[in-house]
């Protein structure tokens, strides 16, 4: 069974869903103007945290590339998650 690791936060994903973490980086323009959240495009790339049971294709650990419009966002401790379906996952990066 999957469980979290490396991470204080213990989320066990059910079925064929995965939990990755991704880290929101503050953006800036070439003039030196910080983006504003609101305005940023979602993360494409993550770490995975945990999987469910179902979950084939990937392990625990592996940092994956996934569509930006894809995906559940929620923040636990001020960290935040995504919960993406398997079959939203377009990738490894080796």
């Not at 990755?20 to 305005?39: H, N, R």
């Not at 592996?62 to 636990?76: C, N, R």
Request: charged share 30%.
């Amino acid at each position: 069974m999957a469980q979290a690791t490396q991470t204080a936060v213990k989320f066990k994903p059910l079925k064929d869903r995965v939990f990755v973490s991704y880290s929101a980086e503050l953006e800036k323009t070439s003039g030196g103007l910080y983006i504003p959240d609101a305005a940023k495009e979602k993360p494409q790339k993550g770490k995975i945290e945990a999987i469910g049971n179902e979950v084939k294709n990937v392990k625990i650990g592996e940092v994956i590339l996934f569509d930006k419009y894809s995906g559940s966002k929620i923040t636990i401790d001020s960290q935040e998650y995504l919960i993406l379906k398997e079959e939203d996952i377009l990738g490894i990066i080796e």
